[in-house]
Every structure is written in structure tokens, then in C-alpha cells.
């Protein structure tokens, strides 16, 4: 079963978007903890080995991008279900106009006979 052309266009276009997401959270956390780390280097250890990571400095940070990706994720559904219900849409109006057709051409041959 191959899928439709609008299908895959779709599916190209939901992939960008989270690219961008993607690349946007990425750019955020790296400068983030570029920050932290000129932080750690700033203010010299007590002789204990200076060690951090991303989930101690900055759980807020990561929070705020996870939301971020929820949000452009969120987003992109609604993108789609909206697509979706324009589609559904011109198909019951579709078959509507067909039903209107076959009830004239139903008409038509109880007339005949």
C-alpha cells in the first residue's frame, strides 16, 4: 500500500517543523551549559573534583525545552487534525452530491418502468 502524495508531503512538513524544534532546544541547552561551565570556571572548587551536568544546573532549562517540544508537537497535531477535518469535510460534502446524484438517477429509472 503506497501512500498518498499529500500523505508523504504532509509527513515532509511535520518532519521540518520538528527538525527546527529540534535544532532550536539543542541551540538553548548547549548555551545553556556553555554558561555553566564558565560559571564552574569562574568560581574555583573547594578542592573537591568540580563536576556538572545538565540535570543538576539546570533542570528548569531542560523542562522549559521539553515544554518547548511539547508545544511545536502539539502544534503540528493540530496542524493536522485541522488538515484532516477540511478533508473530511470535502468528502461528506463529495458524498453528499453523490447521493444527490444516484437519488435523481433512482428517480429517474422508477419513472422508466
Sequence with gaps: ????HHAVNDMFTAQATMLRSVLASN???REEWLRSKEKLMLSPGTGEENAITLGEAHVLVELQVANQNLKAQLEQSRAQLAERDGKYTELQEGFAEL??????????LDHSQ
Design 27 to 29: 541551540t538553548k541547552l
Design 1 to 4: 500500500d503506497a501512500l498518498p
Design 99 to 108: 447521493q444527490q446524484k444516484c437519488d435523481v438517477l433512482q428517480a429517474q
